[in-house]
Structure formats: C-alpha cells, structure tokens
C-alpha cells in the first residue's frame, strides 16, 4: 500500500522567512495530492491541493511544488505570519478502501512562526 | 470550500455509556464519508469508510461492534461509541468526499471517565 513520509515534524522559523515541508509517497499509482492545516484543537483545513497532472500550483502565499518521477512533492509558505503557526498534513490519495480512493496522511509537521 | 459539521464538539462521558457523533455534508452531497480518531500530537488514524446505504469499511484492528456508523442519507453520517470506557478517549474527525477532496469537520473531544 502506499507509504507517505513527511519532514521535518518541526519546523521554528522567524516571521517573514519561508518555511518548507517535504514529502515523499511510495504508489506511483497516487495522482492527487491535498495539504492540510490543523489548529490546535480543532479539525484538518484544505490549505493547498495539486494533481498529477500539474507540476506546480500557487496561491498567495502558499505553493506546492511535485516531481512524479522522484514521488516528492513540498509545501512552500512564504512571508510566513504567526497565524501560519499550525500542524501541516500533507496527503497521497492512491489507495482503495470500501470503492473509494483514500488519502494516506503523512505524520505532520508542527511549524511555529516567531513574532 | 465545503463545509461539514459535527456534533457535539465536545463530551463526556460515564464509562459503559454510549455516545453518538453526527456529521453533516452541508452544501453539498456526500456518497462517502470517514471517520478518523487522532490521538495527541499524532496524525489521523483512519477508523472507517462509509458509502451511503451501505455498510461501512472497516480499517484493521478498528472493532466494528464497538464503533457503529451509519450513513442513511448522503448528508449525515453517525458514530456510535458503544460501551465506552476510559481508553475510548480521543479527538474523533469524521471527513466527507465532495468529487476527489475530503473536507474535515471540526472533531469532537470524548472523555470517557
């Protein structure tokens, strides 16, 4: 089945830098590729979402870079705010359960902004 | 994006009781939903798959006697914790499909004491 690797599972940067998370699947087979953000205490967001189609998407701040061939696929966060301060999930949507294609999650990242 | 709410956001329990948590797609239709458990500071543990008006797919290791869902219509889903005790405590996240995105209700925070 398929196997998502994420990194760093933290992440401390400086208000303004950018900020980076990467990761990797194992099913070539995966074609949609979704990133999430969870507050504390609170449900998964839809940040960012690419197709394997797509090599790269923008929007504002955020942008997810993929390279099929090397199964890689980052989340990228520029000018960051410490309202960005959250976990980050990215997602491999490859594998089938029940008929339906399921994400496999990656074990998140917690990034933290410093005013 | 699509919203989906869950309630209660927040319970707690007696152990032996049961608990019912409900999801709703609401502007959209859901064919399928799941439902994940979290633990703290650990990623989402898928618990089950649910298609309307049919049984529900369970992950391994998930008791499907302990956990009851139902999804009677393409906008509601429910979990039932059955005989809940203390272990049973957790932040439960159901999920529903709108095309290929899963959009995430809000959790709900069981304490079973």
């Known amino acids: 089945g398929e196997n998502v690797e994420q990194h760093p599972s933290t992440l401390s940067v400086q208000e303004g830098d950018s900020a980076v998370?990467?990761?990797?699947?194992?099913?070539?087979?995966?074609?949609?590729?979704?990133?999430?953000?969870?507050?504390?205490?609170?449900?998964?967001?839809?940040?960012?979402d690419i197709r394997s189609n797509v090599g790269e998407k923008k929007d504002q701040r955020i942008?997810?870079?993929?390279?099929?061939?090397?199964?890689?696929?980052?989340?990228?966060?520029t000018e960051t705010q410490p309202e960005d301060s959250a976990v980050y999930f990215c997602a491999a949507s490859g594998r089938i359960s029940g008929g339906s294609y399921i994400p496999t999650f990656g074990r998140g990242t917690s990034l933290i902004v410093h005013p | 994006?699509?919203?989906v709410s869950q309630h209660p956001s927040r319970v707690i329990?007696?152990?032996?009781?049961?608990?019912?948590?409900?999801?709703?797609?609401?502007?959209?239709?859901?064919?399928?939903?799941?439902?994940y458990r979290q633990f703290p500071k650990q990623s989402l543990m898928l618990m089950a798959t649910s298609n309307e008006g049919s049984k529900a797919t369970y992950e391994q290791g998930v008791e499907k006697d302990k956990f009851l869902i139902n999804h009677a219509s393409l906008t509601l889903s429910t979990l039932t914790v059955t005989s809940a005790h203390p272990e049973?405590?957790?932040?439960?996240?159901?999920?529903?499909?709108?095309?290929?995105t899963q959009y995430f209700g809000p959790g709900t925070r069981l304490l079973v004491l």
């Open chain 1, 21 to 48: 998370i990467k990761c990797t699947y194992s099913d070539s087979a995966s074609n949609y590729f979704p990133w999430y953000k969870q507050e504390l205490g609170k449900g998964p967001q839809l940040i960012i």
């Open chain 1, 63 to 77: 942008a997810v870079t993929l390279n099929k061939t090397a199964k890689h696929f980052s989340l990228h966060i």
């Open chain 2, 1 to 3: 994006g699509a919203v």
């Open chain 2, 13 to 35: 329990c007696k152990s032996g009781t049961s608990v019912k948590i409900e999801c709703r797609s609401l502007d959209f239709q859901a064919t399928t939903m799941f439902w």
């Open chain 2, 88 to 100: 049973d405590s957790s932040f439960y996240i159901c999920s529903a499909r709108d095309r290929e």
